[in-house]
């Protein structure tokens, strides 16, 4: 641990496993899941494209992304200081200062910091829960990771729809139980879902998670890829997540 990043009260350093890549968190806070490691598996980005992460936390998309495409530059946009703060110091500590840019700042407001269409590949792990529902502590930040509190899912799309290109892509995680509205919102804000593949925890659950891209200004066809299985069984991954995603 370099001497000029510094760890703050209860903060550890998390070995990604990947390209020597490592991340700081806060357990008590909020830590990255499986969802953001799928997603950085599923987006496509190309050589010397711009990419921003919408939502990024304490960074974890943009480390993947760094070691997984060519993008030129990543940028992630988050809303919470404390999180913003600790993906700032997890660039620096992985030395990627001059690819990665963090941002602290609402989605709601993006089109101010932003220029309009700017980006080539936008990417979102939104919170999957409606603001009402069960929440014990709203200003806790997992409650805010987790429920839409600070903004919606419109906000998202609205926000991406300004800052992608056109013919830019969408990379989006959510809950197959907000399927509908999700694409419903896509379509409105011409963002057409051109790519999904829904992700079970076991061959013979139902699904957990939905994976999304969407293309601004693209014309109606999607394709629906084969199921992505988690588990072959309790505690073992199947073969195409070790292999594909680093599990």
Known sequence: ???EILLKE????????LSGLHIIQNPEKFCFGMDAVLLSGFVRAKEGESLLDIGT???????LL???????????LEIQEESADMARRSVALNHLEERITIVTGDVKEAGLVFAPASFDC?????PYMIGEH????????????????LCTFEDVAAATEKLLRPGGRFYLVHRPFRLAEILVTLTEHKLEPKRMRLVYPYVDKE???VLIEAVRGARSRMTVEPPLILF????KYTQEIREKFGY
């Open 1 to 3: 641990m370099p001497e």
């Open 10 to 17: 209860k903060e550890r350093v998390d070995d990604l496993q």
């Open 57 to 63: 936390g304490t960074g974890i998309l943009p480390l």
């Open 66 to 76: 760094s070691a997984k495409t060519k993008c030129a530059h990543l940028t992630g």
């Open 122 to 126: 936008i990417t979102c792990n939104p």
């Open 134 to 149: 069960g929440i014990q502590n709203p200003d806790a930040p997992k409650a805010i990771a987790r429920h839409e509190i």
């Open 207 to 209: 699904p957990n998670m």
């Open 232 to 235: 072959e069984e309790q505690g």
